[in-house]
């Protein structure tokens, strides 16, 4: 095979051991998983629960994900993930194991059962982001849009798969069994964990988790274009929402299927999204990742109306070709992300994305099911299609994607930082006020000013909570850049850790527009120990907040803390 071929290949990932390892492991624990909540159903059917506690069972897999899911993030951004993600299979392998052993000795109980699953699915939180993470240090830059299509297999392989294997396995040998199965499967993901080889990371320093959980949050706020794409996720999880809610009560109403015909319309989804791995990498050598996302989201809306007005037979139709659309859009999206987030808030935004796609679809669902329950579900099929197709030209025109590297750029900051004072400063000290002077032609000053409203993001995004852009009332072409960062250890990760390539081409832009060197003033809390200076007693600290006095004769430019970006905004 040519290299040209090898480059578009959707399977070229599997050609690095690692990961081939890895993603085997994944498709072994989602399909486990699977059938590890077949069997916990089927359980509590048997033992006479009621129907209460068998819902239960979903809850307890899920609010895992929706508690610890951007604290997991913050583990896999701050700790060698390597060790979060074997420490997550190894909680999710120990859960198992027990409800495996305990189901054997029938000594199984509801309450045991459920607590036992709610600790399997914190094992799955742990692991979500991680493994959406790892992915790009896997594999070389250009095949990372296979080896996240060939992650999505994974998750759809194992839905169709899954509760088949359950249901055969129950009849066959119990729920015990079933159970059995699961554990084995995430001791073998452990084991596969294990494997994989790789230098160990360089820890620097380390954020405190709270910062660490603010400052995540801070980024995405800041990155325009990962706002973009998080927003047209949520705009196509919640119609989307509506045939995974709503198909079991299509089947038995309108199309009169028993169970039978509902597994195969589940089959015809699962086929569909099985397909998307084939038919997305024609689209990619075709068309943009924005225009994927156009096609899909019109391919789905059709879809969904399709599965409200046509027969059977076109059901099933219908429902393959909206289970391509779902893995191309999904795929794209996260794709995207993945190639847009920096190295050291991926997982965090990765975990945000999840939360966003799982509250999309916990809000979604009760929303179509409330509006088959006043009308039919034939109608909310058609409100949801209507919708997808309604979003797309709207999201296009004020939302469209624009990828943006997030590769890390380590050499020296483009402004003279003396930080030699690093260590004698309190890393939880704070907050830490930067003050940089720029010397500007006023015929520059308008160009200035749009070029710092880039620099701005690039502040947010990198830790910092405060930002304005002021300048002089009797030398208008003095302005001073100022902004606040929670500590100076956060304000040492900024300056050393935190830049990537597109952050400094930002700076670089403004620069450019100057007309002498920058200056830098920081200033820290009067309190602060430095230098041998005693801290101040508790009891006697002021925080000045708000009340800190301004200088008189500086007048605001541009207070760009709230604001958001123009539309035409370039940054990541």
């Given at each position: 095979?040519s290299?040209?071929?090898?480059?578009?290949?959707?399977?070229?990932?599997?050609?690095?051991?690692?990961?081939?390892?890895?993603?085997?492991?994944?498709?072994?624990?989602n399909i486990?998983?699977?059938?590890?909540?077949?069997?916990?159903?089927w359980?509590?059917?048997?033992?006479?629960?009621?129907?209460?506690?068998?819902?239960l069972?979903?809850?307890?897999?899920?609010?895992p994900?929706?508690?610890?899911?951007l604290?997991?993030g913050?583990?896999?951004?701050?700790?060698?993930?390597?060790?979060?993600?074997?420490?997550?299979?190894?909680?999710?392998?120990?859960?198992?194991?027990?409800l495996?052993?305990?189901?054997?000795?029938?000594?199984?109980?509801?309450?045991?059962?459920l607590?036992?699953?709610?600790?399997?699915?914190?094992?799955?939180a742990?692991?979500?982001?991680?493994?959406?993470?790892?992915?790009?240090?896997l594999?070389?830059?250009?095949?990372?849009?296979?080896?996240?299509?060939?992650?999505?297999?994974?998750?759809?392989?194992?839905?169709?798969?899954?509760?088949?294997?359950?249901?055969?396995?129950?009849?066959?040998?119990?729920?015990?069994?079933?159970?059995a199965?699961?554990?084995?499967?995430?001791?073998?993901?452990?084991?596969?964990?294990?494997?994989w080889?790789?230098?160990?990371?360089?820890?620097?320093?380390?954020?405190?988790?709270?910062s660490?959980?603010?400052?995540?949050?801070?980024?995405?706020?800041?990155a325009?274009?990962?706002?973009?794409?998080?927003?047209?996720?949520?705009?196509?999880?919640?119609?989307?929402?509506?045939?995974?809610?709503?198909?079991?009560?299509?089947?038995h109403?309108?199309?009169?299927?028993?169970?039978?015909?509902?597994?195969?319309?589940?089959?015809?989804?699962?086929?569909?999204?099985?397909?998307?791995?084939?038919?997305?990498?024609?689209?990619?050598?075709?068309?943009s990742?924005?225009?994927?996302?156009?096609?899909?989201?019109?391919?789905?809306?059709?879809?969904?109306?399709?599965?409200?007005?046509?027969?059977?037979?076109?059901v099933g139709?219908?429902?393959?070709?909206?289970g391509?659309?779902?893995?191309?859009?999904?795929?794209?999206?996260?794709?995207?992300?993945?190639?847009?987030?920096?190295?050291?808030?991926?997982?965090?935004?990765m975990?945000?994305?999840l939360?966003?796609?799982?509250?999309?679809?916990?809000l979604?669902?009760?929303?179509?099911?409330t509006?088959?329950?006043?009308?039919?579900?034939?109608?909310?099929?058609?409100?949801?299609?209507?919708?997808?197709?309604?979003?797309?030209?709207?999201?296009v025109?004020?939302?469209?994607?624009?990828?943006?590297?997030?590769?890390?750029?380590?050499?020296?900051?483009?402004i003279?930082?003396?930080?030699?004072?690093?260590?004698?400063v309190?890393?939880?000290?704070?907050?830490?006020?930067i003050?940089?002077?720029?010397?500007?032609?006023?015929?520059k000053?308008p160009?200035?000013?749009?070029?710092?409203?880039?620099?701005?993001?690039?502040?947010?995004?990198?830790?910092?909570?405060?930002?304005?852009?002021?300048?002089?009332?009797?030398?208008?072409?003095?302005?001073?850049?100022?902004?606040?960062?929670?500590?100076?250890?956060?304000?040492?990760?900024?300056?050393?850790?935190?830049?990537?390539?597109?952050?400094?081409?930002?700076?670089?832009?403004?620069?450019?527009?100057?007309?002498?060197?920058?200056?830098?003033?920081?200033?820290?809390?009067?309190?602060?120990?430095?230098?041998?200076?005693?801290?101040?007693?508790?009891?006697?600290?002021?925080?000045?907040?708000?009340?800190?006095?301004?200088?008189?004769?500086?007048?605001?430019?541009?207070?760009?803390g709230?604001?958001?970006?123009?539309?035409g905004?370039?940054?990541?």
């Amino acid at each position: 095979m040519s290299s040209g071929m090898a480059k578009s290949s959707p399977w070229a990932p599997f050609r690095i051991r690692a990961y081939l390892i890895l993603w085997l492991a994944q498709l072994g624990a989602n399909i486990g998983g699977w059938m590890q909540t077949v069997g916990a159903q089927w359980f509590l059917v048997e033992v006479g629960a009621s129907a209460v506690f068998i819902t239960l069972v979903q809850t307890a897999t899920t609010a895992p994900s929706l508690l610890f899911g951007l604290p997991a993030g913050v583990m896999a951004d701050s700790y060698d993930r390597r060790h979060v993600l074997l420490a997550a299979n190894l909680i999710a392998a120990g859960a198992s194991t027990v409800l495996a052993v305990v189901s054997f000795l029938h000594v199984l109980t509801p309450v045991g059962l459920l607590a036992c699953t709610f600790l399997l699915g914190c094992g799955m939180a742990l692991n979500a982001p991680t493994w959406q993470a790892v992915i790009p240090s896997l594999v070389p830059r250009k095949q990372i849009p296979a080896a996240t299509a060939l992650g999505s297999v994974t998750i759809n392989a194992a839905r169709a798969l899954g509760p088949a294997f359950a249901g055969f396995l129950v009849a066959l040998a119990g729920t015990s069994a079933v159970f059995a199965v699961n554990a084995a499967a995430y001791v073998l993901s452990v084991v596969a964990v294990l494997t994989w080889k790789r230098p160990a990371k360089r820890v620097g320093r380390r954020e405190p988790f709270r910062s660490a959980l603010f400052s995540g949050m801070r980024y995405t706020k800041a990155a325009p274009h990962v706002n973009r794409i998080m927003l047209r996720t949520a705009l196509f999880i919640v119609p989307a929402s509506a045939i995974w809610a709503l198909l079991p009560v299509e089947a038995h109403g309108r199309l009169h299927m028993g169970s039978g015909g509902y597994g195969v319309l589940l089959a015809c989804l699962g086929v569909g999204a099985l397909s998307g791995v084939f038919v997305l990498p024609w689209l990619r050598r075709r068309i943009s990742s924005n225009k994927i996302v156009v096609v899909a989201s019109i391919a789905y809306g059709a879809g969904t109306v399709g599965a409200a007005l046509l027969p059977s037979w076109g059901v099933g139709v219908s429902l393959v070709v909206a289970g391509i659309a779902w893995m191309c859009n999904f795929t794209t999206f996260n794709s995207l992300l993945q190639l847009t987030l920096a190295p050291w808030v991926r997982a965090r935004g990765m975990a945000i994305y999840l939360l966003i796609v799982m509250a999309g679809q916990a809000l979604g669902s009760p929303l179509w099911g409330t509006i088959a329950t006043l009308w039919t579900a034939q109608i909310s099929f058609l409100v949801a299609g209507g919708l997808l197709l309604v979003f797309v030209p709207i999201s296009v025109r004020f939302w469209p994607i624009r990828p943006r590297t997030g590769e890390l750029d380590r050499s020296h900051d483009l402004i003279t930082h003396n930080l030699s004072m690093a260590n004698s400063v309190d890393p939880r000290t704070g907050p830490i006020e930067i003050q940089v002077s720029y010397r500007v032609h006023p015929d520059k000053a308008p160009a200035f000013v749009t070029a710092m409203d880039a620099v701005r993001l690039s502040r947010m995004r990198t830790g910092a909570n405060f930002w304005e852009l002021t300048h002089r009332l009797e030398d208008p072409g003095l302005f001073f850049e100022r902004y606040s960062v929670p500590s100076w250890g956060e304000y040492l990760l900024q300056e050393t850790q935190r830049m990537t390539g597109h952050d400094r081409a930002n700076l670089r832009a403004a620069l450019r527009l100057t007309s002498d060197e920058p200056r830098v003033r920081r200033e820290l809390p009067a309190d602060a120990p430095i230098a041998g200076v005693p801290r101040m007693p508790d009891d006697e600290d002021h925080p000045m907040g708000d009340l800190r006095p301004r200088d008189p004769d500086m007048t605001t430019a541009q207070n760009s803390g709230t604001q958001e970006a123009p539309a035409g905004d370039q940054t990541a």
